[in-house]
């Protein structure tokens, strides 16, 4: 049963133009939601991250927006850069029992051409 | 129940102590990682181990010390810990690389 799920194996999107990233979860115990991003032969690096009080965090070209409702978050990337392209992980946390459950998606390859 | 467990699930030591922390899947599955989550700060990915091999080392400082015997046990060896290692260590296991990963319920670590 997959609480995070990612539906967009792989986007592709030209330079300068807005990336549109999508993650849906179930579970609404989720409270934490996080956007990794990772290169090839490389870990995954934080990127952004929103707790779901709020409903848009922003920092610099990156905006994530939480829609609690449709359980649902998106990573917008504007401009989007060459340097961009990697697999964008989203993942959800909640803290259950005292101990943390942290549920990641299985990512989206995104590639921006110059 | 994740699959993953950890143990223990709470530790203290000082930092002149040595200490591992302990890591079994019961999933099946290839791959295994360590996390660190520190108070308010995100995941921060520290070893991945690949069918026993390591694949993965995010530079992270040689007071931590991984071994994985086999594709079910992940250990993290603690040695001279500094007091801002304290933190929530995070096992989790998936079954290939970057697939969907499992996590266990963790170690809290407080290092005095």
């Known amino acids: 049963d997959q609480q995070v799920k990612q539906n967009s194996p792989s986007l592709s999107v030209q330079e300068g133009r807005i990336s549109i990233l999508n993650c849906d979860y179930t579970n609404s115990m989720f409270d934490y939601f996080l956007w990794y991003k990772k290169y090839p032969a490389e870990g995954p690096t934080f990127l952004i991250s929103?707790?779901?009080?709020?409903d848009k965090n922003e920092d610099g070209r990156f905006t994530v927006f939480l829609n609690k409702s449709a359980k649902h978050l998106s990573l917008h990337i504007v401009p989007s850069q060459p340097g961009d392209s990697a697999v964008y992980f989203c993942a959800a946390s909640f803290t259950q029992g005292g101990s943390e459950k942290l549920v990641f998606g299985k990512g989206t390859k995104l590639t921006v051409n110059p | 129940e994740t699959g993953v467990t950890q143990t223990p699930r709470h530790l203290v030591m000082g930092m002149t102590n040595k200490k591992s922390l302990k890591c079994e899947q019961h999933?099946?599955?290839?791959?295994m990682y360590w996390y660190k989550q520190s108070a308010k700060k995100p995941l921060e990915l520290m070893f991945v181990?690949?069918?026993?091999?390591?694949?993965e080392n995010n530079s992270v400082p040689s007071r931590f010390s991984p071994e994985c015997p086999n594709s079910s046990h992940l250990f993290l060896h603690l040695h001279t810990l500094q007091p801002e290692d304290s933190a929530l260590y995070l096992c989790?296991?998936?079954?290939?690389?970057?697939?969907?990963?499992?996590f266990g319920p963790g170690t809290r670590l407080t290092v005095t």
């Open positions: 999933l099946g599955h290839n791959a």
């Open positions: 989790a296991s998936s079954r290939r690389v970057w697939e969907e990963q499992y």
């Open positions: 929103i707790s779901s009080i709020k």
């Open positions: 181990y690949s069918l026993e091999e390591r694949v």
